[in-house]
């Protein structure tokens, strides 16, 4: 039997190049060798408001932005989190073993928390229902950026003290990062991660956005005070473009040496402005299509929820039985 691989996304924001480097350009790399459930955590977006018509229509973005990038629905099943509703009640029995010194510590939390004016509970709970999504499913690998190794860590210490209270029910799963392309930052601020929910007009570049607009985004990026590349002290913007370049292409880091050394930061611009138009070029043709047939984008999340849900009530049913629910 293969290993079963979760992750998923938000439905919070524009999509952005380090979401796809980060995680979903690996999901459609391991999608053959893993049986994987990618999944659209609305749940974990209404941690923070969302508009509700809003939100409707980006769970579904977020769906064709997956098919777009390649995810084959034949092979991996792609789901709504609010679709199943194991995944709340399995939240709530983990939230019964989880300390809540552990989910105080989370550095997404403080950094949420600090930006709302009252921290609703949903964003102190929210790597318990994350914990739940991966072990609902007993997966076994977590493709994510790095933002998430916390996340991820709390979910094994989860699995490990349930496992230790109940006797063994969950698979403790491990954390796949990508070898570059793990922490894309922010264009405007290399010192902050690229972050959907930041506001700056020019700090992410979107998936679904304009090529004149990617090539504004990119040619603006901060660099530093240097005029040229110097691959031993380029400072954090300049290592960014070279890291979404490098994600982008696949090349080694001699191949980036030999290419890069030397060149002049208008041209390392242009070079990674162009890299990035054409990647994203028949990636926003296949959206283009499959957003054309939207019954096609529905009957893919109704199919993916009748395929994970078996395996999540099996779950429920051994963890309800472990504790002695009834
Ligand atoms: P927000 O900033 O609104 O919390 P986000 O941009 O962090 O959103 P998520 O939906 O939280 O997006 O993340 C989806 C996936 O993309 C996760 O696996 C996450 O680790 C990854 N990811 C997010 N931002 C980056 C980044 N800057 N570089 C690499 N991977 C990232
Ligand atoms: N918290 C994640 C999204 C997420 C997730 C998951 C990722 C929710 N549940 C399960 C992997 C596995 C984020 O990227 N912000």
């Given at each position: ?18 979401n ?20 659209i955590v ?6 923070v408001?969302q ?14 932005l ?11 099943a ?10 709340a ?8 073993v989880?300390p809540v ?17 009252s921290?609703g509970?949903?964003?102190l709970q929210?790597p ?8 609902l499913y ?6 994510v ?31 796949s ?10 264009l ?11 506001s ?18 990119i ?26 370049y ?23 611009k242009?070079?990674?402005?162009e890299?990035v ?20 984008l529905?009957a ?20 309800k ?6």
């Open positions: 039997m293969k290993t079963r691989v979760f992750s998923g996304m938000q439905p919070s924001g524009n999509l952005h190049i380090g796809y480097l980060g995680a979903l350009k690996n999901w459609v790399r391991i999608q053959h060798d893993y049986d994987c459930i990618f999944c609305d749940l974990h977006a209404v941690t408001y508009e509700p018509r809003e939100l409707r229509a980006k769970i579904r973005e977020i769906a064709a997956y098919l777009a990038a390649g995810i084959d629905p034949k092979v991996s792609i789901m709504v989190q609010s679709s199943v509703a194991a995944h009640e399995l939240a709530w029995m983990l939230t019964c989880t010194g552990w989910l105080e510590r989370m550095t997404q939390y403080k950094a949420k928390a600090a930006k709302q004016e921290v509970d949903g964003l929210y318990v229902l994350m914990a739940a999504d991966i072990l007993q997966a076994g690998i977590v493709p950026g790095e933002d998430q190794a916390q996340h991820l860590e709390l979910t094994r210490d989860i699995a490990q003290r349930f496992n230790t209270l109940y006797g063994e029910t969950f698979v403790v799963p491990e954390t990062l990508p070898t570059v392309g793990a922490r894309i930052m922010g405007d601020d290399p010192m902050q991660k690229m972050s959907k929910s930041a700056g007009a020019h700090h992410a570049v979107a998936l679904l956005d304009p090529p004149d607009r990617i090539r504004k985004t040619m603006r990026a901060t660099t530093d005070s240097q005029p040229s590349v110097d691959m031993d002290s380029a400072g954090p913007g300049v290592l960014n473009l070279l890291a979404i490098q994600a982008f292409c696949g090349w080694s880091d001699e191949q980036m040496r030999s290419h890069f050394q030397g060149m002049r930061y208008g041209d390392l242009k070079q990674v402005a890299m138009v054409s990647q994203l070029e028949p990636f926003q043709q296949r959206y283009g299509q499959i957003v054309s047939e939207p019954g096609y529905d893919i999340l109704r199919d993916g929820a009748a395929r994970v849900a078996p395996v999540a009530e099996e779950t429920v049913r051994l963890t039985e472990r504790m002695g629910l009834f």
